[in-house]
């Protein structure tokens, strides 16, 4: 399978293009970018002649006819180039955010129905080690969920956009509510507390889901670190917490342990120290997904556009109440 | 100082009198419970002759003049025995909850303050050693806050209330709330999110204080285990977390470490292995204010009756909205 | 039963009297000290009058007539106090150390053997919550142990000694030691690198037990905290972790956890955030035993002076081997 | 630069092809397998025609002409290739054991060094990023060291090797060993105790260093899952403890904290929950810097073959100290 690279940035070269170099039949058969410089880089980095390097996005999907696509640009640039790819039916995958509007994600979305293009997005979070594992243990029966997810930027606007928290829902939150809406589906009342002044935003979101659960979401861009804590009650009897990506522990109303005791024993899942790759951070599994889709010829991926069209509109959401509680505090 | 105990249930044997028998200059003068069995438990106990076994409250406070009573019976006795102590100006350390109705804790608090007795209450989490830490390195400046405090109880009615919530409430959710009262005082909007059903509560609670900080309330009597974890961001640089009440981890915004060195790094303090006694969970410390507070003659103890009238507000305010999405989803 | 303490420093204050005061059936009938100073320091606090407070511990034994004395002095007193104690029949409670030196505590287990008298000495770490787990879970069977245990103190001469490294292997090692020689039985072989200098103290010794198992000790007063991390392996499929007292985590080969995950999954205990008192690091649990032992009537306590020879011999070892190592090196 | 892969086994497919595919400049010019079924696998992995795809690697090396070989197979061919590739010039790679014996390693550091080819091993410990923190924060101070390196292979004997014990040296010890000596330089003194029976590996190594420093590696096949904990003492006052390659922590004597406080305070390291690649267990650097030798034109890499000679020379060591306990206890 022939895939093209559009936007040769830090998210293309850190995450994407390696984890994609790990998948067995995978060819990076072109690489494109608008910045001239950048396209120096990659054709000296992959050994690249011309052939294979492109200035313009559409040339590059005219003359290179790639299966794939994978875009990592900005977000307007992404709604145009998804549009592009679409439109020729090439299935594309669009890194975060995939657009700067709701109204943009329903139409890329509509467009790939009609169309019939496989698409993906880059929530890496669903298919994230511990995010698998949490959804097996959990089951459809997530009761109360909680996440603790803080960041350290944007603490200005980011790409084209002039407002710090709209930067700041797109670049951090989407990660963190997409995956509450994953394990949780689709939220029927949303209500946010927020103190963000300035450049620093800290919010909270209490989330009630159609399906019964309800959720909290706690994100700021004040802390020195980027942490993600979940806490998760599912079943009548399970209490599960995750911590960075990087650790599991379930406790089991009444499980036994050894010696027959209960109190203070649960079960507990660590990475290994030689854990190595793409697979933990889910970016392994969201371009396999993505290609298998493609392969399989039948399904759409499991991050398709339409599938981020809720994230969307609670990102508007929490972005109208913040602004509405601002306005009254002022 | 001469203390007398009413009640000799497990909390009295477990935290109180051992906490007190660790402080220096306290006698314990007299023991007094309804239960002849306990009372002759008490007495074997600690070899103490009749004249120092109560089965009567009043007959022991007018007997036996104690310099101070600390209660832990039920919360429908505490209220009376509250009062019989402040009417007779004896000072009274009242274990949670301090009282069934938040009406009853202000006619304890009005009482207190109009016969000047020093009161106090069983709120050990504000001294525990974590809280302490906390207040010191947040100030006054917490900005947002959330605590995920998980129980296994209780799963049924306790006392003489007749509603599952309100016993988990006031079992359990007055020392999260209250701790979060502590931190950031007094509450301005309180929004709740509730799925609890049956005997089985979950909910999670959205807050604005008065002073501009918001906070999250996440509880559940589901877990197989008591868990308390703080997260706290502070002074637009701090992201302080704490654990089990063991742990405290600080990072705080552009500071360096080894090599000058930022990323990732945070400070961290954890009890000592040996670590014992009844300082760490705060039973110590609300003891020794109590009574330092009647030695100094000049002031109130930090766990005054009155101090409480804001926790059981709130209470009432999660309460109430807890039954009204109830019957709106059924 | 009557208990008398004899030293009142920092040791019977903040641990032992406080852990006894939480036992049933107890009374504290004595304190005697040889500075006048805590004499009267205990009076106060105990609220004794003088018939109750001594200075010589001989004339509060004939005097007063306890049931047990509890000793937490100098190492070269406790010889003499136990002496005097056992010479009366009088079980006696020693703490470490027990004595300066291996024919002291061997010449006060034959006392304590022909005059058929109940000793006991403070090994708390054999009593530790997690210990009583560990030797659960492992059975006779740990195979291979190994201890780090680090320690900010004492850096100078303690008690009447002069030598920095025998006053740290009497204040720490001995329970690092002797809760390994617990475990795993006698030792048959013994190996030291050792590159203190000063009175810097580090050294690890290499155990080969009788018993077939064998250990690491690894020891310094040069860490700022102090710690006690054991790792364990046991009946040739368990590895037992212990961190600070405080937890313990069981990986066994094989167990399969949910959804027949056996990658990476453990069992994990931890203290309750609300743990307090004097059971999780073992000193009720010694004194506990101590008690029953002597209520028993026909058996010796489970930390019996006779227990501590062979943690002492192996003291001695490490000493001789630390000094002709230091005389090789220089 | 051109490099070819001999061997397409696990280790080449999941960590060093991939890490390789990271660097920039590197082009993957060629693979060779002695098997097949492989090569075919390699082909439509990577798209090769059959110019690059190779059963021989003496006939690749002639053909391809790469500018450096990295070969993963097993020991006895590691050493014909590793020759083969020294003796026609081209910089080599190779994984870990480098070779069967101690004789080998010395004769192709030997050839190195004769034919002045840069070479390098798969000591990735030595390039994980801990370790690197490790080694700026004690310098050349390393004062005293543990390791407790655990795994749960192998449990039979490897490649052509006849023993399980020299299996696991060579397969797991040399890792830990590896890194001791990398961070302590070459050893003076080791004692082993050991009580490995039938399959089950289990010993302890007690390690003088000549630059002063002691250790001790603790290490068995017997556990289910691979651990690796090492504690350090450093400069007279460090005290740093990593856990997993994912955490390091750093306790100073006399280090203040927020308010002043120093007790039980510390710093803490640790890795990203996005954490991503071939960094954190040192795959990528150790790669990189093999790489960069080769570029410089004028050293050696870090993981010449000759630094593994004191390596093997250690494990000869304890695997002669083993045999001799186990013929002693028989």
Redesign the interface.
Known sequence: MKIAFIGFGAQAR??LI??C??L??V?IAAICDSDPVKCMEAA??F?FDQSRIFNDHREMMDNCKPDAVIVACYPTEHYRIACDAIERGIPVFVEKPVASTSQQVIHLAELAERKGVVTGTGMNFRFAEVTE?IK??AGDNV??I?L?Q?A?KPVGTLWDYDSVLRSFLHAQTIHGLDLLIHLCGPVK?L?V???SHGE?I???A???FAG?????L?T?N????????L?V?AQ??L?IKST???TI???????T???G??????????????????S??G?AGELLDFISAIQSGDRDSQTAISTLIETYRCMDAIEKQCCQLLAVNY
Not at 212 to 216: C, L, R, S
Not at 222 to 229: A, G, N, R, V
Not at 249 to 255: L, P
Not at 261 to 278: M, V
């Open positions: 850190e995450n390696p984890a170099s790990t067995f039949g060819e000296a980095l050994n594992r097996q243990i009761q109360m909680s603790r803080m350290n009342r209500s507390a927020n103190n620093k800290m919010f909270s209490l989330m009630e019964g659960a309800h959720g909290t706690i700021s004040m802390s020195p670190h980027f942490t993600f804590d806490d009650l009548d009897k209490h960075s990506l990087n522990s379930v406790a089991e109303v009444d499980k342990y050894i010696q005791e209960n109190k203070r024993w649960c079960d507990i899942w660590a990475a290994s120290p030689l854990s190595s790759g793409y933990r951070a970016y």
